[in-house]
């Protein structure tokens, strides 16, 4: 009788004990896990199972799996500094409330008018941004909203809108929103040579031609996109194809007949077929 107390006794030490389970798995071969005892199993006469019914093997202990295989995901889903990672809103790159105001020359508020469907239409479905005219203040102002994903997306829309209003076609100035590397470079022909009088006029009429003759063919060679604005001269394009266009446009104004600058465009054109 004092056998079976004995055995008792460290049955029911056995039972009790807590059970640990481990988050992280151990790189060490796992040491066989001891399950309770079930209500139900069968049991001697005097109310207690033999040592080999105790035991159980963690192999034949299917209940045991789940709970490790669950507290493992989770481990894994954490980081290792022990914080949860960052949803899609919080790593977005976009300023919340983001504001471009551009303003718009009264001689291009008629093609403004004119074009509007198709200028606010790409801003919209394009960089998914809000905008408004604004005819008090003569501007179109751009924001960022809650589709808006790019967060240089405002800036692009703003450059598009001005490259409208320095004069450049909208399909022309599309080609901001859907290119990276193209830029604006304007600049006075009085920047280049101080002229006035005739001679500024003859001189922008050397870069025009006869019926805009030499600015197209400016613009051919050059891959680029010109517009004269009494002496403001705009060029829309890669840095450089601006740069071969403001060499021909600079040679025009300081003097140099058109069939010279069309021979070197004839040249640079040469060359970037080659290249390409």
């Known amino acids: 009788m004092a056998h ?11 039972l009790e004990a807590p059970r640990e389970i481990s988050v992280v798995k151990p790189k060490t071969k796992k040491a066989p896990v001891t399950a309770p005892v079930e209500a139900d199993m069968d049991v001697d006469g005097d109310g207690f199972s033999d040592d080999n019914e105790v035991l159980i093997n963690q192999q034949a202990g299917p209940s045991s799996v789940p709970a490790a295989t669950s507290m493992e995901v989770d481990g894994a889903a954490a980081s290792s500094s022990g914080f949860a990672p960052l949803s899609a809103a919080q790593t977005s790159t976009t300023l919340k409330g983001e504001f471009r105001r551009v303003p718009i020359p009264p001689h291009r508020m008629t093609p403004l008018k004119r074009e509007w469907v198709n200028i606010y239409t790409p801003l919209v479905e394009m960089l998914g941004l809000q905008v408004r005219m604004n005819v008090k203040r003569r501007a179109v102002e751009i ?4 589709h808006t994903v790019d967060s240089g997306a405002v800036q692009k829309g703003a450059d598009f809108v001005k490259a409208f209003a320095l004069g450049f076609e909208v399909n022309d100035a599309l080609a901001l929103l859907r290119l990276d590397d193209l830029y604006i470079d304007s600049f006075e022909v009085k920047d280049v040579k101080t002229l006035h009088g005739d001679h500024l006029s003859r001189a922008i009429g050397r870069i025009a031609g006869e019926g805009g003759k030499v600015k197209f063919s400016i613009e051919n060679a050059s891959r680029t996109r010109i517009v ?3 002496t403001q001269i705009h060029i829309l394009g890669s840095v450089q194809n601006i740069k071969i266009a403001r060499d ?10 058109p069939g010279k600058v069309y021979a070197h465009l004839k040249t640079v054109g040469a060359r970037m077929k080659q290249r390409f």
């Open 143 to 146: 924001k960022s909203s809650g």
């Open 248 to 257: 021909a446009v600079v040679s025009l104004i300081l003097g140099s007949p």
């Open 4 to 14: 079976k107390s004995h055995r008792q006794k460290a049955l029911q030490a056995q």
């Open 228 to 230: 004269l604005a009494e």
